[in-house]
C-alpha cells in the first residue's frame, strides 16, 4: 500500500479551490497519494473524461493509470469506498445526508463568490493573472508569462457571467459572502469543525472555497479578517489534518442537537443555494436561455448550468435512500431553512 506504485495520484493546481478540498481529505484521511500539477512536466496523468481539475487516477500497477475521475463530490464517495478509517461521511444516515447537501451550497453556491471576488477587482485581478501560469510552468520566459497573463485574465474575466458574477448580481453574492463569514466567525468561537469534533465533507468544501477568498486574494481577505478572523485561522487547520486524532466512528454530533450555527448555515442555503438550483433546473428542463429567481428580494440572473442541475438530482437521490426514521430526523432538520424545497 505505500509503496509509490499503488498511490492514488492527484492533479491538480494551487489556485483551485476543488483541488485544495480534494488534496485535504486525501491528508487528513492519511490515503497515500501523490501530488502533481496538472499540465506541468510532472503531470503524467491522461486526460480525463471532462478537462477539469482535480483528477484523481489510480495507478493500474504497470507504470500506467487503471482509471481516471473528476468531480470532488464523487471522488470523496469513492474513496469512502476504498478505505475504511478516518471517514469523512457521518455514521448517522441523517446526519450525513445534511453534510452532502452543505457540501453541495459549497461547491455550488459559495464557490460564487470565490470566482467572484478572484476576477471583478483590480488587484484581485492582477495577482491572480501574475501567478495562475507559473502553476504549471516555474520557469516560464518573461515574454510567455506576460501573454499568459494577459490571456487568462482575458479568458477568466470573460467568463464572470457564465457563473452569475455580473455586476447586478454583486449585492446578492457579497451579501452572502459576508454573511457566511459571520456564521462561521460565531460557529468557531465555539467549535473545531461544522458536524463533529472531527471534519466532514461540509468541512472540506468550504475550506477549498474559502481557502482563496480568506488566503489569497486581496480584496476578500480584507473583508474576511475584519469580520471572520476564526475562519481564517481554521483555513490554516483544514489545509492539512493528518495531526487530528479520531476515535474509531466516534465524534458526531447528534442530527436533532445541532449547533444554530449550523441550521444558519443551512438557512443561508435555503435563501440562496436553494431558489437558485430550482430555478437553474427548471430553465435547463424548459430549455430557457436564462435562469432567474428572488433572492433576497432582488433578482438573480445567469444562464443555465446543466453540471449544477446533476448535482440538484444528487441531493434528491441520496434524500431518496434515506429510510423513514433518517428521513424523519433529517426533515425536523430542514424544515423552516428553505432547504426542505429542494426535496420535493
Ligand atoms: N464539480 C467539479 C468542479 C471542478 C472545476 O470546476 N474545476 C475548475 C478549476 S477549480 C476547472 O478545472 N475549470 C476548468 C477551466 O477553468 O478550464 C468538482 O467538484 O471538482
Known amino acids: 500500500m505505500s509503496n509509490s506504485a499503488a498511490q492514488i495520484v492527484i492533479g491538480g493546481a494551487f489556485s483551485s479551490p476543488y483541488s485544495l478540498k480534494m488534496r485535504a481529505v486525501l491528508r487528513y484521511r492519511h490515503i497515500p497519494f501523490r501530488w502533481v500539477l496538472r499540465n506541468s512536466r510532472w503531470d503524467d496523468i491522461p486526460a480525463a473524461p471532462v478537462p477539469v481539475i482535480p483528477?484523481?487516477?489510480?495507478?493500474d500497477g504497470a507504470g500506467g493509470y487503471a482509471d481516471v475521475m473528476v468531480d470532488s463530490s464523487p471522488q470523496i464517495t469513492r474513496l469512502?469506498?476504498?478505505f475504511a478509517e478516518r471517514s469523512v461521511v457521518p455514521t448517522d444516515p441523517a446526519l450525513a445526508f445534511v453534510d452532502f447537501l452543505l457540501e453541495d451550497f459549497a461547491d455550488e453556491w459559495v464557490t460564487k463568490a470565490m470566482y467572484h471576488y478572484r476576477w471583478t477587482y483590480e488587484p484581485d485581478i492582477e495577482k491572480a493573472g501574475w501567478l495562475l501560469p507559473l502553476d504549471q510552468n516555474l520557469q516560464l520566459d518573461d515574454g510567455t508569462h506576460a501573454l499568459a497573463h494577459d490571456a487568462i485574465i482575458e479568458r477568466q474575466v470573460g467568463r464572470r457571467a457564465l457563473?452569475?458574477?455580473?455586476?447586478?448580481n454583486l449585492p446578492i453574492i457579497e451579501g452572502s459572502y459576508r454573511r457566511v463569514l459571520a456564521i462561521?466567525?460565531?460557529h468557531f468561537g465555539q467549535r473545531d469543525f461544522l458536524l463533529g469534533d472531527r471534519p466532514s465533507r461540509v468541512d472540506f468544501a468550504l475550506y477549498g472555497q474559502l481557502k482563496p477568498m480568506l488566503w489569497w486574494d486581496p480584496t476578500p481577505m480584507a473583508v474576511a479578517v475584519e469580520l471572520a478572523?476564526?475562519?481564517?485561522?481554521?483555513?490554516?487547520r483544514i489545509d492539512d489534518l493528518s495531526w487530528w486524532n479520531v476515535d474509531g466512528d466516534n465524534g458526531w454530533f447528534d442530527v436533532d442537537q445541532l449547533d444554530d450555527t449550523v441550521l444558519e448555515l443551512l438557512t443561508e442555503a435555503g435563501?440562496?443555494?436553494?431558489p437558485f438550483m430550482?430555478?437553474?433546473a427548471a430553465a435547463l428542463k424548459s430549455e430557457a436561455d436564462a435562469m432567474s429567481c428572488q433572492i433576497d428580494g432582488a433578482e438573480y440572473r445567469?444562464?443555465?448550468?446543466k453540471y449544477q442541475g446533476k448535482c440538484l438530482t444528487w441531493v434528491r437521490e441520496q434524500y431518496s435512500h434515506l429510510d423513514h426514521s433518517a428521513r424523519t430526523r433529517a426533515n425536523a432538520v430542514l424544515t423552516g431553512t428553505g432547504c426542505e424545497a429542494l426535496l420535493t
Open 184 to 186: 462561521l466567525q460565531r
Open 55 to 59: 483528477v484523481l487516477a489510480w495507478p
Open 302 to 305: 445567469q444562464g443555465p448550468f
Open 271 to 274: 435563501r440562496t443555494y436553494a
Open 163 to 168: 457563473v452569475g458574477s455580473t455586476d447586478a
Open 229 to 236: 478572523p476564526r475562519a481564517v485561522n481554521w483555513i490554516e
Open 80 to 82: 469512502e469506498g476504498e
Open 278 to 280: 430550482l430555478a437553474n
